[in-house]
């Protein structure tokens, strides 16, 4: 009974932010890395973000750095992704992965949530 529950996602305007949050339950939260992944229409699932179990590496795709933060709080079993000075390329469906070992595929899914950027 794995859940991965994906909040904070919207509409908003080019240049503003938005933080989204994943509530994980089911397994031994502090044992696996996190990740964010997105998929925008018409595109590939791309890696976003991914987290260590202990919070000490971590990775962006070449696309956010500088823009996006990813974080996690293990005693609370959740999971963060700060957007900041978002653009319209951001607009995506973003979904939560877990997976046993930083830097592993597959894993289990959140059923993600919608992010789009728009004026």
């Known amino acids: 009974q794995v859940q991965l529950v994906e909040s904070g996602g919207g509409l908003v305007q080019p240049g503003e932010s938005l933080r989204l949050s994943c509530a994980a339950s089911g397994f031994t939260f502090g044992r696996y890395a996190m990740g964010w992944y997105r998929q925008a229409p018409t595109k590939e699932r791309e890696l976003v973000a991914q987290?260590?179990?202990?919070?000490?590496?971590?990775k962006y795709g070449d696309s956010v750095k500088g823009r996006f933060t990813i974080s996690r709080d293990n005693a609370k079993n959740t999971v963060w992704l700060q957007m900041n000075s978002l653009k319209a390329a951001a607009t995506a469906v973003y979904y939560c992965n877990a997976v046993r070992y930083y830097g592993m595929e597959g894993g289990y899914w959140g059923q993600g949530t919608q992010v789009t950027v728009s004026s």
């Open positions: 987290i260590s179990s202990d919070g000490g590496s971590i």
